[in-house]
């Protein structure tokens, strides 16, 4: 990347969960004042615990259903990085009213609070799922199914709202829909933990990890480092063209449950060899999952610039270290 983004005062919200804490580490690191906005329904107090004493850092405890703290929140705010979400399929689908509560409520508290601040920006996370089952691949922005779940309803709710915005009040917004996001400071507990994590994490204790369904099903994984580089690109994006849209931030390449498995496992062999001789169980699939998502990241090449450093593989040789340090016993 040939510039960064610096001297600015960006709000990251979720900001002690693992990707908000990323991009608050990320950021403190180019010069920028940072506030982390989270209720610690899901985050993690000890991600945002090395930068408790930083001069440029402050966190602001709270939640986003809130409207008079999201009014707080932003005020002085140039930038606003929008990672606060209940991101569980299976949690949607046993609490679909806390899900909605938090995914659109809460967004939209916080879209309006940032319009009525003179917010320069509101760069939010969008997801994958919205894809729902269009079968179409790779996944284009334009081309989307009918949601799968309550969790996807909600984010593409926020799709409609954010442009709604810009249309009425002229607020820029930019949505990144992730596709399965890996890397480190990824819990690998409770039921609704994500698959990279909770494979390792049983793969570390000698334990065979569960695959839903017969391993076939597909995912566009995509390292953490390639989701701070798009949230960047977005909060510098000039080109009119490049605003009040949404992009997919993703690796553009296709890996099976099973393939994923076999590649974090060899990973994970380098620290611990006991692992490589590890096999996997398979279980039903879950409800409300898509068989194949893969994305088509043309458009942020194109608008954004956006380049992913890291493939499936050199991430997980990445992130592996990460969870051999952190989650062996």
Same mark, same amino acid.
């Given at each position: 990347? +040939? ?97 909605? +509560? ?16 003179? &917010?320069?920006?509101? &760069? ?42 810009? +249309? ?84 553009? +390449? ?76």
């Amino acid at each position: 990347m +040939e510039h960064s983004l610096r001297h600015a005062r960006i709000l990251i919200t979720g900001g002690a969960g693992f990707i908000g804490s990323n991009l608050v580490e990320y950021f403190l690191a180019r010069d920028n004042e940072v506030v982390a906005l989270d209720n610690f329904m899901t985050g993690r107090r000890d991600n945002l615990a090395g930068y408790a004493a930083h001069p440029a850092f402050r966190l602001l405890e709270g939640d986003i259903r809130d409207r008079q703290l999201c009014r707080r929140a932003v005020d002085g705010i140039d930038y606003i990085l929008h990672e606060a979400a209940l991101g569980s399929v299976p949690r949607s689908l046993r609490d679909p009213v806390t899900t909605t +509560e938090v995914n659109v409520s809460g967004f939209v508290n916080l879209l309006f609070a940032a319009q009525a601040a003179g &917010v320069k920006r509101f &760069v939010y996370a969008a997801s994958s799922s919205t894809y729902g089952n269009s079968p179409a691949l790779p996944k284009r922005e334009e081309t989307i199914g009918k949601p799968l779940s309550p969790y996807a309803i909600t984010k593409y709710v926020d799709e409609l709202f954010a442009a709604n915005f810009t +249309e009425l009040y002229g607020i820029e917004t930019i949505g990144l829909r992730y596709f399965n996001v890996f890397g480190r400071r990824q819990d690998p507990q409770g039921a609704y933990a994500a698959v990279v994590p909770k494979f390792a994490a049983a793969l570390l204790q000698h334990r065979p990890p569960v695959i839903n369904g017969d391993g076939s099903y597909s995912r566009d994984f995509t390292y953490i480092d390639n989701v701070l580089q798009a949230n960047e690109l977005a909060l510098l994006a000039e080109c009119p063209e490049a605003l009040n849209t949404v992009y997919n931030i993703a690796g553009g +390449e296709r890996t099976t449950l099973l393939q994923l498995f076999q590649a974090l496992r060899d990973s994970l062999g380098r620290f611990d060899p006991a692992v490589v001789a590890i096999e996997p169980q398979y279980g039903p699939p879950r409800p409300g999952d898509i068989p194949h998502s893969l994305a088509d990241i043309g458009k942020a090449r194109t608008l954004l610039g956006y380049r992913p450093q890291f493939d499936v593989q050199t991430g997980l040789r990445q992130a592996a270290e990460w969870y051999y340090r952190h989650l062996a016993e």
